[in-house]
């Protein structure tokens, strides 16, 4: 039997999560960095909005300099998430709110993948060639990022993670 959603009150937290994602990260701020290829020397896009665009550049011209920089190896983090994340983000969404099983697994393939990225790109901006200058502000602002993965791998532990064990669903047999 599916637990309900009203039951499953900690879920809220990651369909907030991936609905933000879905909505504003991915095909906002990451979306930008594969739409302006230069951002020293561009014209606004139609997408996305030109008010976004200016805050992800302050961000990086402020805090973050690989965000700038745009390595390939970068780029291909931003793919991998406007390609594959963003569509199960959406699924994601659906799957917690109507408490469905099959979104086990690429919970699972997504916490790996978004550990490995971010990890990746924390080393970068650490020891790589364009180092963020407030190392620990980039790491905070990237936490809920770091963080997740692990609370969907926790979440995801059992074989049905979104019904009732069979053993609790089960009435307690009547003794005399």
Known sequence: MTVPLRARRYDLFFIAFFTVNALLITYIVDLEQIVVRDPANFD???WPPSGAIDL????GNHYDPLLMARP???QMTIWIDLIFFGPFYFFAVYAFIRGRDWIKVPALVWSGTM???VLIILMDERYGVTPAPNFALVVAANAMWLITPFLMMWRMRREHPFTVPAAAAEPA???A
């Open 44 to 46: 606004y896009p139609v």
């Open 115 to 117: 550990l490995a990225n």
């Open 173 to 175: 047999p009547v003794t």
């Open 56 to 59: 992800v550049h302050w961000w």
């Open 72 to 74: 390939p190896f970068w």
